[in-house]
């Protein structure tokens, strides 16, 4: 199975201040199709997930400009240019490179400090 | 607009099944699949499996082969996860989402298996 981590699992940030999460997984995502199966989503408190950015780099409808993802092979990151209040989560990286298992990472909780 | 909306949350005896159901609507309910997501207190999300909502077709994670069934009623555009032999572990909240980029998901329903 590809297991997905994610550094830090906490964050706090002033608003206006820069973040970034970082992913890793212990096999590429890169498939033979030319596409890298990499995602963020971000769970706000008593919500279900909303999708940020897919395939490592594309923001998903309505995302703000502010978010951005990156990376390739096993190693990826997502950064957030000015944190805002509303942008408080939990954010998960998943891959879906290995089917029938999609896997997600542990989660990092970002708070506003 | 695109929504999915699950049934309501459910108490179950140990032993027992669970059956969740998605309401699909804003879009053409056969040419997307259904993927569905659980997340337990404390731990990782956990993807169990989806359907082709077109043909029926299902896979499903090794984590729950055999315990987990999704079907669908096309007549009512709405996906069906239905889970068997409960233990307390799974007690959980239980998503659908649209969709391998899982674009589009449900409010969650929160199943809880006790004696």
């Known amino acids: 199975d590809i297991v997905m981590t994610q550094t830090p699992l906490s964050l706090s940030v002033t608003p206006g201040q820069p973040a970034s999460i970082s992913c890793n997984s212990t096999h590429s995502l890169l498939h033979s199709d030319g596409k890298t199966y990499l995602y963020w989503y971000l769970q706000k408190p008593g919500q279900p997930p909303q999708l940020l950015i897919y395939e490592v780099s594309n923001r998903f409808s309505g995302v703000p400009d502010r978010f951005s993802g990156s990376g390739s092979g096993t190693d990826f990151t997502l950064k957030i240019s000015r944190v805002e209040a509303e942008d408080v989560g939990i954010y998960f990286c998943?891959?879906?490179?290995?089917?029938?298992?999609?896997?997600f990472g542990p989660g990092t909780k970002v708070d506003i400090k | 607009q695109v929504q999915l909306v699950q049934s309501g949350a459910e108490v179950k005896k140990p032993g027992a099944s669970v059956k969740v159901s998605c309401k699909a609507s804003g879009y053409t309910f056969t040419s997307i699949s259904i993927h569905w997501v659980r997340q337990a207190p404390g731990q990782r999300l956990e993807w169990m499996g989806w359907?082709?909502?077109?043909?029926?077709?299902?896979k499903y994670s090794q984590n729950f082969q055999g315990r987990v069934t999704i079907t669908r009623d096309t007549s009512a555009n709405t996906a069906y996860m239905e889970l068997s032999s409960l233990r307390s572990e799974d007690t959980a909240v239980y998503y659908c989402?649209?969709?391998?980029?899982?674009?589009?998901w449900g409010q969650g329903t929160l199943v809880t298996v006790s004696s």
């Open positions: 989402a649209r969709l391998s980029r899982l674009d589009y």
């Open positions: 359907i082709n909502t077109g043909n029926g077709n299902t």
């Open positions: 998943m891959q879906s490179m290995q089917l029938p298992l999609f896997t």
